[in-house]
């Protein structure tokens, strides 16, 4: 069995409990069980069934049991400690996982020392056992460490402990106090622990790290504080289905809930885990299956005449100038980082592929060293700076980096690593450019300091968000780990969501911001959730949902929308263009005629309304009151190329040929799509100069890429029109013969 597919029969298992479908959550574990052959759980099974089975025959036998819902509520939380314990047996004794080999080798080192489990310091350090291990056996003593080598290695053994102990006892507990002792621990060790605990609960689901994890949050230092809380996040976001049945978790969510702040902070980190993702992996069914009814019917005719050419994208796409924006008063560090921060977590940041390749480095060979946050007292840093050209200002250097906000720790490390194997002209360049813009930025963080006093949790969010997409997405190890930036991501929709912000505000701020990011399939599914909810809407929100579904090109739902808000606002000149637009994209001219005739009173002079009334009467083949609404606007814009081709085709279909190759021999002195040439070719033909039909024919087959099937395909549609003008039908299949011999294939 693939990691991705015990992955989601842990999960399949933990939904059946959670919904109270015990006995079909038992069948899959046995069944789990069968297939992985791990017959040490049968029994836990088996008495698991047995008192389920007997509960069951009690109750529905009238009898009376006080206990039974404590009962119940045990027998639920065990099933999903076995499902725990059953996929956590099976990657251990995977050979192929270098987490379970790292397990396995802490495990050994425990019973050197002696010990059942691990209490002290001086028992994760191991030393003096193994040292004696090392004398008495090899006659050979171990040198002694520096006393930065100690350290190091006793922070890497605290980290291992908590990372990959399956379950946390007493002794996980008292280490946890133990380090937070803030005289003996610094801020970025801590912040250290917090991601292995982290890791430990997003891989072996144990309550006592959820407490252990509060515990952290509760720490005076911001960059534990806010590690802590992400680490929080996103658990409660993975174990959201089987929180409530643990009181150590639910307590914990129910306590954060009512803390001051909170709303501020889930809100950040939420939307700093959307932009994380490189790619959605949710199949919008929709957006896939939306494929325009026209292509079934043969080629579009406002496609070959280009008709939505004449009309520009800000006239048909563009958000209604009305709309306020959410986040149009923030101007804070937050928003200048956004951008950054998007194309960077997307993939097309260019940080994240500049340093993607800089985590070859040693350094980086640590595990821990993925999460270590960025100070400049780093033993590494000094190490690499240590040979720096004479009067280059290292802590100028340093300091500018530590405080820059647009580079998360992993890649400020490989920003130094990195200087070292620089050419020395290079890199003095690149420390006095960096050096040149710290002056700016300090004047800005004091400003921001000022005006946005909460933009250092942002901050911190963020690049510790970025820190775990790189672990995810860069480490060698990462296949062993279920990918996060894989997953939807979408907290907004968790139970934990609702209970750590309750109301609809939140919701509707994100909703704002997907829809200002121009991400309308997340947008409008949560417009549509709080809609359903019963919340009465604005005409603005109602607006919204219907561009975002246009968008979307579901614009069957987008009429569904805009119409609701033209009950609220029917003279809002924006809506009935909308309106109009979605009608003739349903090919209902008729109704988008009548919209269309209701903007022009509002905007007469509008072109683009006119041009648009034009394509209605093109739609309903009433080509002479097309026509007209055509000649106004290229009265007004006399060199538009984009006008003269419905007007070349009106005349082309009402028998009008030498006016119609008038404007197409205008057209072809412009700039010529391939419907050009072959529209210019029926013209030529009809007026009997089949030579230069074949020409202009030839042209359009090298200018549509030289397929004949696409060619054929769009030569048939207009068979019908080649017949009205006279073309005798038993000639169009020699001259396609002629066409197909002639041309290149």
């Given at each position: 069995m693939?990691?991705?597919?015990?992955?989601?029969?842990?999960?399949?298992?933990?939904r059946?409990?959670?919904?109270?479908r015990l006995?079909?959550?038992?069948?899959?574990?046995?069944?789990?069980?069968?297939?992985t052959?791990?017959?040490t759980?049968?029994a836990?099974?088996d008495n698991?069934?047995?008192?389920?089975?007997?509960?069951?025959?009690y109750?529905?036998?009238?009898?009376?049991?006080p206990?039974?819902?404590?009962?119940?509520?045990?027998?639920?939380?065990?099933?999903?400690?076995?499902?725990?314990?059953?996929r956590?047996k099976?990657?251990e004794?995977?050979?192929?996982?270098?987490?379970?080999?790292?397990?396995?080798?802490m495990?050994?080192?425990q019973?050197?020392?002696?010990?059942?489990?691990i209490?002290?310091?001086?028992?994760?350090?191991?030393?003096?056992?193994?040292?004696q291990?090392m004398?008495?056996?090899?006659?050979?003593?171990?040198?002694?460490?520096?006393e930065?080598?100690?350290r190091?290695?006793?922070i890497?053994?605290?980290f291992?402990?908590?990372?990959?102990?399956d379950t946390?006892?007493d002794?996980?507990s008292?280490l946890?106090?133990?380090?937070l002792?803030?005289?003996?621990?610094a801020?970025?060790?801590?912040?250290?622990?917090?991601?292995a605990?982290?890791l430990?609960?997003?891989r072996y689901?144990?309550?006592?790290?959820?407490?252990?994890?509060?515990?952290?949050?509760?720490?005076?230092?911001?960059?534990?504080?806010?590690?802590s809380?992400?680490?929080?996040i996103?658990?409660?976001?993975?174990?959201d289905?089987?929180?409530?049945?643990f009181?150590?978790?639910?307590?914990?969510?129910?306590g954060?809930?009512?803390?001051?702040?909170?709303?501020?902070?889930?809100e950040?980190?939420?939307?700093?885990?959307?932009?994380?993702?490189?790619t959605?992996?949710?199949?919008?069914?929709?957006k896939?299956?939306?494929?325009?009814?026209?292509?079934?019917?043969?080629p579009?005719l406002r496609?070959?005449?280009?008709?939505?050419?004449?009309?520009?994208?800000?006239?048909l796409?563009?958000?209604?100038?009305?709309?306020?924006k959410?986040?149009?008063?923030?101007e804070?560090l937050?928003?200048?980082?956004?951008?950054?921060?998007?194309?960077?977590?997307?993939?097309?940041?260019?940080?994240?592929?500049?340093?993607?390749?800089?985590?070859n480095?040693?350094?980086?060979?640590?595990f821990?060293?993925?999460f270590?946050?960025?100070?400049?007292?780093h033993?590494?840093i000094?190490?690499?700076l240590g040979n720096?050209?004479?009067g280059?200002?290292?802590?100028?250097?340093?300091?500018?980096?530590?405080r820059?906000?647009f580079?998360?720790?992993s890649?400020?490390?490989?920003f130094?690593?990195?200087?070292r194997?620089?050419?020395?002209?290079?890199r003095?360049?690149?420390?006095q450019?960096f050096n040149a813009e710290l002056?700016?930025?300090?004047e800005?963080?004091?400003?921001?300091?000022?005006l946005?006093?909460?933009?250092?949790?942002?901050?911190?969010?963020?690049?510790?968000?970025?820190d775990?997409?790189?672990?995810f997405?860069?480490?060698p190890?990462?296949k062993e780990?279920?990918?996060?930036?894989?997953?939807?991501?979408?907290?907004?929709?968790?139970?934990?969501f609702a209970?750590?912000a309750?109301g609809?505000?939140?919701r509707?701020?994100?909703?704002?911001?997907?829809?200002?990011?121009?991400?309308?399939?997340e947008?409008l599914?949560?417009f549509?959730?709080l809609h359903s909810?019963?919340?009465?809407?604005?005409?603005?929100?109602l607006?919204?949902?219907g561009?975002?579904?246009?968008?979307?090109?579901?614009?069957?739902?987008?009429?569904?929308w805009?119409?609701?808000?033209?009950i609220?606002?029917?003279?809002?000149?924006?809506l009935?263009?909308?309106?109009?637009?979605?009608?003739?994209?349903?090919?209902?001219?008729?109704?988008?005629?009548?919209y269309y005739?209701?903007?022009?009173?509002?905007?007469?002079?509008?072109?683009?309304?006119q041009?648009s009334?034009?394509h209605?009467y093109l739609?309903?083949?009433q080509?002479?009151?097309a026509l007209?609404?055509?000649f106004?606007?290229?009265?007004?814009?006399?060199?538009n190329?984009?006008?003269?081709?419905?007007?070349?085709w009106?005349?082309?279909?009402?028998?009008k040929?030498?006016?119609?190759g008038?404007y197409?021999?205008?057209?072809?002195e412009?700039?010529?799509?391939?419907?050009?040439?072959?529209?210019?070719g029926h013209?030529a033909?009809?007026?009997g100069n089949?030579?230069?039909?074949i020409?202009?024919?030839?042209?359009?087959y090298k200018?549509?890429g030289?397929?004949?099937?696409?060619?054929?395909?769009i030569?048939?549609?207009?068979?019908?029109?080649?017949l009205?003008n006279g073309?005798?039908?038993?000639e169009?299949?020699?001259?396609?013969?002629?066409?197909?011999?002639?041309?290149p294939?």
């Amino acid at each position: 069995m693939t990691l991705q597919a015990l992955n989601e029969r842990y999960r399949a298992i933990n939904r059946l409990v959670a919904s109270r479908r015990l006995k079909k959550a038992l069948e899959d574990l046995a069944d789990l069980i069968t297939i992985t052959r791990e017959g040490t759980f049968r029994a836990s099974l088996d008495n698991l069934s047995t008192t389920y089975e007997n509960m069951l025959r009690y109750t529905l036998e009238g009898v009376e049991d006080p206990e039974r819902e404590k009962i119940y509520d045990h027998l639920r939380r065990s099933i999903v400690e076995l499902n725990t314990r059953l996929r956590g047996k099976v990657m251990e004794e995977d050979p192929l996982l270098q987490t379970s080999v790292l397990k396995r080798d802490m495990a050994v080192r425990q019973q050197l020392s002696g010990k059942e489990f691990i209490s002290t310091l001086d028992d994760l350090y191991f030393r003096s056992d193994l040292e004696q291990l090392m004398k008495k056996h090899y006659g050979v003593s171990t040198p002694p460490l520096s006393e930065t080598r100690a350290r190091h290695e006793t922070i890497r053994n605290i980290f291992n402990f908590f990372w990959l102990s399956d379950t946390y006892n007493d002794a996980a507990s008292d280490l946890a106090a133990l380090t937070l002792d803030h005289a003996r621990f610094a801020w970025h060790e801590r912040a250290l622990f917090v991601t292995a605990i982290t890791l430990s609960l997003l891989r072996y689901f144990d309550p006592q790290k959820f407490v252990l994890l509060h515990r952290y949050w509760l720490d005076n230092e911001t960059e534990v504080k806010e590690r802590s809380l992400t680490g929080l996040i996103l658990a409660f976001y993975i174990y959201d289905d089987i929180i409530p049945l643990f009181p150590e978790t639910d307590g914990i969510l129910q306590g954060l809930s009512e803390q001051k702040g909170i709303l501020s902070d889930l809100e950040a980190i939420t939307l700093q885990i959307i932009r994380s993702k490189e790619t959605e992996q949710i199949s919008r069914k929709l957006k896939e299956e939306i494929i325009p009814e026209i292509t079934k019917m043969g080629p579009d005719l406002r496609e070959k005449l280009k008709l939505d050419d004449l009309i520009p994208k800000d006239f048909l796409e563009d958000k209604n100038p009305d709309w306020s924006k959410v986040f149009k008063s923030s101007e804070s560090l937050y928003e200048k980082m956004e951008e950054f921060s998007r194309m960077q977590m997307e993939g097309a940041d260019v940080f994240m592929s500049a340093f993607a390749h800089l985590k070859n480095f040693p350094f980086f060979e640590e595990f821990m060293n993925w999460f270590v946050p960025f100070y400049p007292d780093h033993p590494v840093i000094e190490e690499v700076l240590g040979n720096m050209e004479e009067g280059t200002d290292k802590g100028t250097l340093l300091e500018g980096l530590y405080r820059t906000p647009f580079i998360c720790n992993s890649d400020k490390y490989s920003f130094c690593l990195n200087l070292r194997i620089m050419p020395s002209a290079q890199r003095t360049l690149l420390v006095q450019l960096f050096n040149a813009e710290l002056e700016g930025l300090r004047e800005t963080d004091e400003e921001e300091k000022l005006l946005h006093p909460g933009n250092r949790s942002r901050v911190i969010y963020t690049q510790y968000i970025q820190d775990l997409y790189r672990f995810f997405k860069l480490h060698p190890m990462r296949k062993e780990f279920e990918d996060l930036f894989s997953m939807p991501l979408d907290l907004y929709h968790s139970a934990f969501f609702a209970r750590l912000a309750p109301g609809k505000e939140l919701r509707e701020r994100i909703a704002a911001w997907f829809f200002e990011h121009d991400r309308y399939e997340e947008a409008l599914d949560l417009f549509q959730k709080l809609h359903s909810e019963g919340v009465r809407p604005s005409y603005e929100l109602l607006e919204k949902m219907g561009y975002a579904a246009q968008k979307l090109k579901r614009f069957e739902e987008a009429l569904q929308w805009y119409k609701q808000a033209e009950i609220l606002e029917s003279d809002r000149t924006w809506l009935i263009k909308k309106i109009a637009w979605c009608y003739r994209a349903l090919k209902r001219p008729e109704e988008a005629l009548e919209y269309y005739r209701k903007a022009e009173k509002d905007e007469p002079d509008n072109m683009y309304i006119q041009a648009s009334i034009g394509h209605c009467y093109l739609d309903m083949e009433q080509y002479e009151e097309a026509l007209k609404y055509y000649f106004k606007v290229a009265y007004h814009q006399p060199d538009n190329i984009r006008i003269w081709r419905p007007i070349a085709w009106c005349y082309f279909v009402t028998g009008k040929l030498e006016e119609a190759g008038k404007y197409y021999d205008k057209i072809l002195e412009k700039e010529p799509l391939h419907h050009d040439f072959l529209n210019a070719g029926h013209v030529a033909w009809a007026l009997g100069n089949r030579r230069e039909a074949i020409r202009l024919y030839q042209q359009a087959y090298k200018k549509g890429g030289g397929d004949f099937r696409k060619f054929l395909k769009i030569f048939e549609a207009d068979r019908p029109w080649l017949l009205r003008n006279g073309i005798d039908p038993q000639e169009i299949p020699l001259l396609l013969d002629y066409l197909d011999y002639t041309l290149p294939q």
